[in-house]
């Protein structure tokens, strides 16, 4: 048999054919003139999917580490913070700020819920001395996205702060609009919407950040933004970066302009629509509601008497599905889809299929085959 596994998780993703092969390329000279063309292509097309004229560097990191940079980079110590703590990466950046010597306040948003920016604006109101939000754009573990344009514009109108956006998840996924939307800084990552291994953190920054940063003594070395502009200036990385993935982000970035970033998006969305729509004729539930609900990701509360954890092994070791388990508290008592990246509606396709093989394997009580129908129908409507 053909061992043909289905990775249908929230990062790392599919790897596109073209992408691959880029990394297969002879190993280079990362201070060289042809590392250099590919690295600055790469940072102007980042750029236009952040839309910002500002500063972009790239660094070899993941996701955490660039949220790392962020803390390190705009706030100082004994600085009073917020972090808008919507699942698994709020809490993140809360624990790096502690690990950092901040004074963060930690606005806990309920698990499947996103964030309500009258919250923090009350919050920023109570505590006049914050001096940087930390926010997640969009939150893998539980499920859901912030409405991180209306939470912005809100807060800038309260208090000229520095907002930072963790997009590790979102970038290349769903719209950022920097310049517009009042955001001083985002951090993301390659391994996720972006369509490339694991291995480059990035931060894009305005001039207030930029100015934050050079300014003020910062905690950290190699996530310096200090260090990190030196080498830009010249075109160059800060420290030996990770070459073979920079290869394949390069292609990946290529395909991501060919398909058009409002495609992007809207495949996205209609994959979303695709997954809860079907998934809802079983009476399974979802952690988040529709209008929460994540393009990238859709996490499903397992039935009572199924625990997550065995789902997501039985879905892996008989149908090659590759999920992913819940985080916390919610270990055990639900599964997460991830829906982005390089896939299309086959893969999701067999995916539902897949879902509803394994909840008949554990004798869950619905119409058997129906789900996998309604998926159909709704994809010959969505023509995708």
């Given at each position: 048999?053909i061992d043909?596994?289905?990775?249908?998780?929230?990062?790392?993703t599919?790897l596109?054919?073209r992408v691959v092969?880029?990394?297969?390329?002879?190993m280079i000279?990362?201070?060289g003139?042809?590392?250099?063309?590919i690295?600055?292509?790469?940072?102007?097309i980042?750029?236009?999917?952040?839309?910002?004229?500002?500063e972009?560097?790239?660094?070899?990191?993941?996701?955490?580490?660039?949220?790392?940079?962020?803390?390190?980079?705009f706030s100082?110590?004994?600085d009073?913070?917020l972090?808008?703590?919507?699942?698994f990466?709020?809490?993140?950046?809360y624990e790096?700020?502690?690990?950092?010597g901040r004074?963060?306040?930690?606005?806990?948003?309920?698990?499947?819920k996103s964030?309500?920016?009258?919250?923090?604006?009350?919050v920023?109101?109570?505590?006049?001395?914050?001096?940087t939000?930390?926010i997640?754009?969009?939150?893998?573990?539980t499920?859901?996205?912030?409405?991180?344009?209306k939470i912005?514009k809100?807060i800038?109108?309260?208090r000229?702060?520095?907002?930072?956006?963790?997009?590790?998840s979102s970038?290349?996924?769903?719209?950022i609009?920097?310049?517009?939307?009042?955001i001083?800084?985002?951090?993301?990552?390659?391994?996720?919407g972006l369509?490339?291994?694991p291995?480059i953190g990035m931060?894009?920054?305005?001039k207030?950040?930029?100015n934050?940063?050079?300014n003020?003594?910062?905690?950290?070395?190699?996530?310096?933004?200090?260090?990190l502009?030196k080498r830009?200036?010249?075109?160059?990385?800060?420290?030996?970066?990770p070459?073979?993935v920079m290869?394949?982000?390069r292609e990946?970035?290529?395909l991501?302009?060919?398909?058009g970033l409002?495609?992007i998006?809207?495949?996205h969305?209609n994959?979303k629509?695709?997954?809860?729509e079907?998934?809802?004729?079983t009476?399974l539930?979802?952690l988040?509601?529709d209008?929460d609900?994540s393009?990238c990701v859709?996490a499903?509360?397992?039935?009572?008497?199924?625990?997550g954890e065995?789902?997501v092994?039985?879905?892996r070791?008989?149908?090659?599905?590759e999920?992913?388990g819940m985080?916390?508290?919610?270990?055990?008592?639900?599964f997460?889809i991830?829906?982005?990246?390089?896939?299309?509606?086959?893969d999701?396709?067999v995916?539902?299929a897949?879902i509803?093989c394994a909840l008949k394997d554990f004798n869950?009580?619905?119409?058997?085959g129906?789900?996998?129908?309604?998926?159909?129908?709704l994809r010959r409507?969505l023509?995708v």
């Amino acid at each position: 048999m053909i061992d043909k596994e289905f990775l249908m998780i929230p990062g790392p993703t599919p790897l596109p054919p073209r992408v691959v092969a880029a990394m297969t390329n002879p190993m280079i000279n990362h201070r060289g003139p042809k590392f250099k063309k590919i690295f600055l292509e790469s940072v102007d097309i980042l750029k236009k999917i952040l839309n910002t004229d500002d500063e972009l560097y790239m660094f070899g990191s993941s996701g955490s580490g660039a949220m790392e940079l962020a803390v390190q980079n705009f706030s100082l110590r004994g600085d009073k913070v917020l972090v808008v703590d919507t699942g698994f990466f709020g809490q993140r950046f809360y624990e790096i700020c502690l690990s950092f010597g901040r004074d963060p306040i930690r606005l806990k948003v309920p698990w499947g819920k996103s964030a309500d920016v009258d919250e923090i604006v009350n919050v920023l109101q109570e505590e006049k001395d914050i001096k940087t939000v930390f926010i997640t754009h969009n939150e893998t573990s539980t499920g859901i996205i912030n409405d991180i344009e209306k939470i912005c514009k809100k807060i800038k109108e309260t208090r000229d702060i520095l907002i930072v956006v963790d997009a590790v998840s979102s970038i290349g996924i769903s719209e950022i609009n920097m310049k517009d939307w009042d955001i001083d800084v985002v951090v993301a990552a390659s391994q996720k919407g972006l369509m490339s291994p694991p291995g480059i953190g990035m931060v894009a920054l305005n001039k207030k950040a930029l100015n934050f940063a050079l300014n003020n003594k910062v905690d950290s070395y190699y996530f310096s933004i200090k260090e990190l502009k030196k080498r830009f200036d010249v075109g160059e990385p800060f420290t030996t970066f990770p070459v073979s993935v920079m290869f394949g982000l390069r292609e990946a970035l290529d395909l991501l302009m060919e398909e058009g970033l409002q495609n992007i998006y809207k495949r996205h969305e209609n994959f979303k629509y695709l997954v809860r729509e079907s998934l809802k004729i079983t009476n399974l539930r979802f952690l988040a509601n529709d209008e929460d609900s994540s393009p990238c990701v859709t996490a499903v509360l397992s039935p009572d008497n199924i625990n997550g954890e065995d789902f997501v092994k039985r879905i892996r070791e008989k149908y090659n599905i590759e999920l992913a388990g819940m985080f916390g508290d919610l270990k055990g008592k639900g599964f997460r889809i991830g829906h982005m990246g390089f896939m299309n509606s086959n893969d999701l396709l067999v995916t539902i299929a897949g879902i509803e093989c394994a909840l008949k394997d554990f004798n869950y009580e619905f119409n058997f085959g129906e789900a996998t129908k309604k998926f159909l129908e709704l994809r010959r409507e969505l023509e995708v």
